[in-house]
T-cell receptor, first 114, second 114 residues
């Protein structure tokens, strides 16, 4: 069974640009969550999707948005990039909703904003 | 708001020895779940062990076990017979309610000395 796939693995963007990151969950998983990981702020929750609906959103500005498609694949978009958006973005998929459900993580997308 | 605290930024253990990583959390919820995740240099987060708050029995997974003290809101991870492959960043995480959102601690970097 294929794991969680995040593309691209590495990305370099310029301030002011926008970026789209993609996450393909494990086959059959309908829940996708996104996290931002930085040395200063650690791991912070961005959003959570289940069956194409955003179920939860973290404390991030409106420049951060996401969506989930009918095949459960998810994308997150960051507009008007700032230097502080440089981070490792992790996607996790789960088979269902509920706190005990195991989250399977992808290898992340390393975004560098210059 | 729920918080997770890991007070040990770095730990070191000799191969084959035992090490305990500390984690405390704060919540007003009665139904929640606690996790330990491992993040090796490859960056992919892997679930090590999980605990349901309503279960008094401590979870164990092979060489990994937890000491869950609900009243003290403490959730430590014990690694027995440490192996070189255990070297990684370890994150304690909390999840509550009907959500897959994880709240992470700041992590403990574990080094295993041969």
């Amino acid at each position: 069974k294929a794991g969680v796939t995040q593309t691209p693995r590495y990305l370099i963007k310029t301030r002011g640009q926008q970026v789209t990151l993609s996450c393909s969950p494990i086959s059959g998983h309908r829940s996708v969550s996104w996290y931002q990981q930085t040395p200063g702020q650690g791991l912070q929750f961005l959003f959570e999707y289940f069956s194409e609906t955003q179920r939860n959103k973290g404390n991030f500005p409106g420049r951060f948005s996401g969506r989930q498609f009918s095949n459960s694949r998810s994308e997150m978009n960051v507009s008007t990039l700032e230097l502080g958006d440089s981070a490792l973005y992790l996607c996790a998929s789960s088979s269902s909703m509920g706190g005990y459900t195991e989250a399977f993580f992808g290898q992340g997308t390393r975004l560098t904003v210059v | 708001a729920q918080t997770v605290t890991q007070s040990q930024p770095e730990m070191s253990v000799q191969e084959a020895e035992t090490v305990t990583l500390s984690c405390t959390y704060d919540t007003s919820e009665s139904d929640y779940y606690l996790f330990w995740y491992k993040q090796p240099p490859s960056r992919q987060m892997i679930l090590v062990i999980r605990q349901e708050a309503y279960k008094q029995q401590n979870a164990t997974e092979n060489r990994f076990s937890v000491n869950f003290q609900k009243a003290a809101k403490s959730f430590s991870l014990k690694i027995s017979d440490s192996q070189l492959g255990d070297a990684a960043m370890y994150f304690c995480a909390y999840s509550g309610g009907a959500t897959n959102k994880l709240i992470f601690g700041t992590g403990t970097l574990l080094a295993v000395q041969p």
